[in-house]
């Protein structure tokens, strides 16, 4: 099994920042694909932007140039810098990972409120 935790959410004015962080535990060989998640009440969950083991990168439209993840092999944990905040931007994010390009794994959600 995998187990994934996730950190970094709250509240936050607009244009401010927030990093949320998500460490995976457990069986992680054959994890591949690192990414974070986002539904708003009322909307389906999006890809807000993922990271390969080798580094690849990929963003939604809304929020590149804003948001960057990265990724600590070391510490098997990825992260979601959110910068220049938006009132859209209010979600609960969810972590996922998936192995083997198959089967995915996902965290219980944080919620980040943008809100002045």
């Known amino acids: 099994q995998v187990q994934l935790v996730e950190s970094g959410g709250g509240l936050v004015q607009p244009g401010g920042s927030l990093r949320l962080s998500c460490a995976v535990s457990?069986?992680?060989?054959?994890?591949?694909?690192w990414g974070w998640y986002r539904q708003a009440l009322g909307k389906q969950r999006e890809l807000v932007a993922s990271?390969?083991?080798?580094?690849?990168?990929n963003y939604a439209g809304s929020v590149k140039g804003r948001f960057t993840i990265s990724r600590d092999s070391a510490k098997n944990t990825v992260y979601l810098q959110m910068n220049n905040l938006r009132v859209r931007d209010t979600a609960v994010y969810y972590c996922?990972?998936?192995?083997?390009?198959?089967?995915?794994?996902w965290g219980q959600g944080i919620q980040v409120t943008v809100s002045s």
């Open positions: 990271i390969t083991n080798d580094g690849n990168t």
């Open positions: 996922k990972v998936t192995r083997f390009n198959t089967y995915d794994y």
């Open positions: 457990g069986n992680i060989f054959g994890i591949k694909t």
